[in-house]
């Protein structure tokens, strides 16, 4: 049987694989390409055109704006990386102003969560597993002391996609 897929399913699956690229790479280099950044970014008039509803995009482009400004701000304290303000900024547009607070909360959790692990022993057992796995380059980002808060922005985009597809 076949399921008819429409166009704005297909622009949010393009998103939700945009934003894997993005995690699996900030998890295995801790680097975010900017052509990731910027393929969610120009996805997103194409995801206003195909939405069936009203979407508030000129608010979402402020939200974006407003990301984009705090996050540069704590770029430059070296609070986050560059990759994390662009990324996040451009999963804040998909949100815009009605999602921006869930798409917040779920990347703060998930980056406390990220934190927990790192913070934990569970981390060397995995450091060791993946060498053994022969990926010794995992032992040394496991080990590490940073967060690939990309993984986070991606977890909080992926809730923000699936409040899109249910409204």
């Not at 008819?4 to 699956?13: A, N, T, Y």
């Not at 913070?119 to 995995?126: A, H, I, K, N």
Request: without cysteine; hydrophobic residues 60%.
């Amino acid at each position: 049987m076949f399921i008819p897929f429409s166009i704005e399913q297909l622009v949010v699956s393009l998103f939700l694989a945009l934003l894997s690229v993005a995690a699996i790479h900030d998890a295995t280099t801790y680097r975010i390409p900017n052509r990731v950044s910027l393929a969610i970014a120009a996805l997103y008039p194409v995801h206003v055109l195909a939405s069936g509803g009203d979407v508030a995009w000129m608010g979402a482009l402020l939200v974006a704006a407003a990301v984009f400004a705090a996050g540069t701000v704590l770029f430059a304290f070296g609070v986050v990386g560059g990759g994390d303000v662009k990324l996040l900024a451009a999963t804040a547009l998909w949100a815009g102003p009605a999602g921006l607070a869930d798409l917040l909360a779920i990347t703060a959790i998930g980056g406390g969560l990220m934190a927990l692990f790192m913070t934990s022993s569970l981390r060397f057992g995995l450091a060791l597993a993946l060498e053994a796995a022969g990926r010794p380059g995992g032992r040394e980002l496991v080990l590490g002391n940073t967060l690939p808060y990309g993984v986070a922005i991606a977890a909080g985009g992926w809730f923000t996609a699936a409040y899109l597809m249910v409204r």
